[in-house]
Antibody
Framework: EVQLVESGGGLVKPGGSLRLSCAASGFTFNNAWMGWVRQAPGKGLEWVGRIKSETDGGTTDFAAPVKGRFTISRDDSKNMMYLHMNSLKTEDTGVYYC??????????????WGQGALVTVSS | QAVVTQEPSLTVSPGGTVTLTCGSSTGAVTSRHYPYWFQQRPDQAPRTLIYDTANKHSWTPARFSGSLLGGKAALTLSGAQPEDEAEYYCLLSYSGAWVFGGGTKLTVL
């Protein structure tokens, strides 16, 4: 069974930084593409970014609102993915979901979802 | 950035059929947009119902189906159940950049 567990959420001031973690299990992590989706309070879903498997280059892609401020990394030895958020703005407030395609392989990132971690950016 | 449009709200009777649509500001939606559909019940994480236009996961109820219809992606629910009351989101891919629609609030009443 695929499991994704986010952690690291919390309250941070505008301009600050925060790192979210995603612990993954139930699939072959090093072959999987991983991603992040967020949801502002009472709003819809917004794609944040994704990271390819190391086999496929380990490169990352981001949505325009976070490009240059957010980075994604992965530690295949620990089955972990991270979202590093810098220069945070109030509009970055929301629940951040870890996603993956699991054993579906490349290009698949949105098949499985974690329960989410709340990030609040406020002074 | 492209804008993906969905009906803000729809209502279906129990046992009835309803079609939700997903349009693109750039023109007709095609299979190359790899449409996805997600269901989100209140206070729950989203779950993926449909991927690549019409493919279902093992957990997708058979009453849901995906298609392309009139230049849009479509999610059809045939035989609505009370538990289908939820928010439904579509997503389209634009050369690797993913954009969600604003969501459709489906009421089963």
């Amino acid at each position: 069974e695929v499991q994704l567990v986010e952690s690291g959420g919390g309250l941070v001031k505008p301009g600050g930084s925060l790192r979210l973690s995603c612990a993954a299990s139930g699939f072959t992590f090093n072959n999987a593409w991983m991603g992040w989706v967020r949801q502002a309070p009472g709003k819809g879903l917004e794609w944040v970014g994704r990271i390819k498997s190391e086999t496929d280059g380990g490169t990352t892609d981001f949505a325009a609102p976070v490009k240059g401020r957010f980075t994604i990394s992965r530690d295949d030895s620990k089955n972990m993915m991270y979202l590093h958020m810098n220069s945070l703005k109030t509009e970055d407030t929301g629940v951040y979901y870890c996603t993956t395609g699991g054993n579906w392989g490349r290009y698949r990132v949105l098949d499985y979802w974690g329960q989410g971690a709340l990030v609040t950016v406020s002074s | 950035q492209a804008v993906v449009t969905q009906e803000p709200s729809l209502t279906v009777s129990p046992g009835g059929t309803v079609t939700l649509t997903c349009g693109s500001s750039t023109g007709a939606v095609t299979s190359r947009h790899y449409p996805y559909w997600f269901q989100q019940r209140p206070d729950q994480a989203p779950r993926t119902l449909i991927y690549d236009t019409a493919n279902k996961h093992s957990w997708t109820p058979a009453r849901f189906s995906g298609s392309l219809l009139g230049g849009k992606a479509a999610l059809t629910l045939s035989g609505a159940q009370p538990e289908d009351e939820a928010e439904y989101y579509c997503l389209l891919s634009y050369s690797g950049a993913w954009v969600f629609g604003g969501g459709t609030k489906l009421t089963v009443l």
